[in-house]
C-alpha cells in the first residue's frame, strides 16, 4: 500500500506507559526519520487496555497501512497481534518494554536510535501464534509458578528485572509443585512442575531464555517442565537459563507439541506472554502455524 505521493503507509500503535517511560522526543525522531526514509508515517497512542488491538484491527481492515508497528512493552506487542492475526496485514515491533522478549529472540535493536534503521525492512516472516484457552499467545505463556508471579508483578505497581527478582525471591520457598492429566498431541505425558511453559519464541525476556531452541516458523510449540530447583543451586540454574544453556539441567524437561491439554485437580495460576490470568482447572494449547506476517532486521530469518 502506498499513498499518492509514492511513500510507504506506517502506523506507530504507542503506549507511553511500557518501561520506563516515555519521551515526547520521541514522535519527532520517529517522523523526520521516516520522512527522510521515505515513508509517511502515522502515530496513534493507546488510551487503555484492549485499545492497540481496536488500532490494529481498524487498520488491517482498511488495508491502508503496509506495517502496523507495535511500540511499547510484551502487552503492546500482544494487543497488536490480536488485531493482525490471520490477514495479510504486516506488524512490525519498536521494544520500549521492560522484558521485550520477543524482539529480542528476533533480533530487533532495543536501542532507540539502532532500532529506527530495523523499520525500513523488507524481510517479512509468517510467523506461527497460539491460543492457551482462546487467549492469544506469541511470545511465551505459562503455568505454575510464573503465573503466580505474573499475578504479582502486575499488582504491585513496579516493573523491572528488580522487582521480578525481588518476588521470585519472596515467594519461591512458599510455591509447590503442580500435577495433573497432561497430553501432547494425544500422548500421555508424567510430569510434576514447577513451571509448565509454552514457548514460540525462547524467552520470557531480558535474556531468559526457557526453551533455547524454539523457533517462531517451525509450526510447533516448545514445552518446558521445569522442577522446583533446590535453592542452593538456583544460581546455576538461573546461569543456564540466561546463557542460554537450560537444556543441560536435569532440572527440566524439554518436548514439542502442537495441541496440549491439561488437567488439574485445583485452579493453577497461569499467564500469557507475562500478562495474568485468572486461574484454571482445564488448559487447551494449540498452536496457530504462520498465523502473523511479522517485519524482522535483514538477514534475521535464519536466526528465528
Known amino acids: ?22 519521551k515526547p522526543a520521541v514522535e519527532g525522531r520517529l517522523l ?3 520522512q527522510q526514509a521515505g515513508l509517511e508515517a502515522h502515530l496513534e497512542f493507546t488510551q487503555g487496555r484492549g485499545h492497540a488491538t481496536q488500532l490494529a484491527r481498524e487498520a488491517s481492515q482498511s488495508k491502508n497501512f503496509d506495517v502496523v508497528f507495535a511500540m511499547g512493552g510484551d502487552g503492546t506487542v500482544n494487543e497488536v497481534a490480536k488485531g493482525v492475526v490471520n490477514t495479510n496485514q504486516v506488524m512490525g515491533i519498536i521494544p520500549k518494554g521492560s522484558g521485550n522478549g520477543l524482539a529480542r529472540h ?8 539502532k532500532c529506527l534503521g530495523y523499520i525500513p525492512s523488507e524481510e517479512v516472516i509468517a510467523m506461527d501464534s497460539f491460543t492457551v484457552n482462546n487467549h492469544l499467545s506469541i511470545n511465551v505463556s505459562g503455568i505454575g509458578f510464573d503465573g503466580h508471579i505474573a499475578d504479582l508483578f502486575g499488582k504491585n505497581g513496579k516493573r523491572g528485572l528488580a522487582n521480578y527478582a525481588r518476588l521470585v525471591l519472596q515467594e519461591f520457598m512458599m510455591y509447590n509443585e503442580i500435577s495433573g492429566e497432561i497430553f501432547i498431541d494425544g500422548t500421555s505425558v508424567q510430569a510434576k512442575a514447577f513451571v509448565i511453559a509454552f514457548a514460540n519464541s525462547s524467552q520470557f525476556g531480558n535474556n531468559a531464555r526457557i526453551a533455547p531452541y524454539a523457533s517462531v516458523c517451525d509450526g510447533e510449540l516448545d514445552i518446558s517442565f521445569v522442577k522446583k530447583v533446590p535453592f542452593l543451586e538456583a544460581p546455576a540454574f538461573a546461569y543456564k537459563m540466561f546463557s542460554g544453556t537450560l537444556d543441560k539441567s536435569n532440572y527440566i524437561k524439554l518436548l514439542k507439541g502442537k495441541e496440549i491439554s491439561l488437567r488439574f485437580s485445583e485452579p493453577v495460576a497461569f499467564h500469557v506472554d507475562g500478562e495474568a490470568m485468572q486461574a484454571e482447572r482445564k488448559f487447551e494449547v494449540k498452536i496457530n502455524p504462520g498465523s502473523i506476517r511479522l517485519l524482522i532486521p535483514g538477514n534475521q530469518s535464519k536466526n528465528i
Not at 1 to 22: C, H, R
Request: glycine share 12%; hydrophobic share 35%; net charge positive.
Open 1 to 22: 500500500m502506498t499513498s499518492a505521493t509514492g511513500n510507504k503507509q506506517v502506523l506507530f500503535i504507542i503506549n507511553k506507559y511500557s518501561g520506563t517511560g516515555y
Open 106 to 113: 528476533l533480533g530487533i535493536p532495543l536501542d532507540f536510535k
Open 32 to 34: 523526520s526519520f521516516c
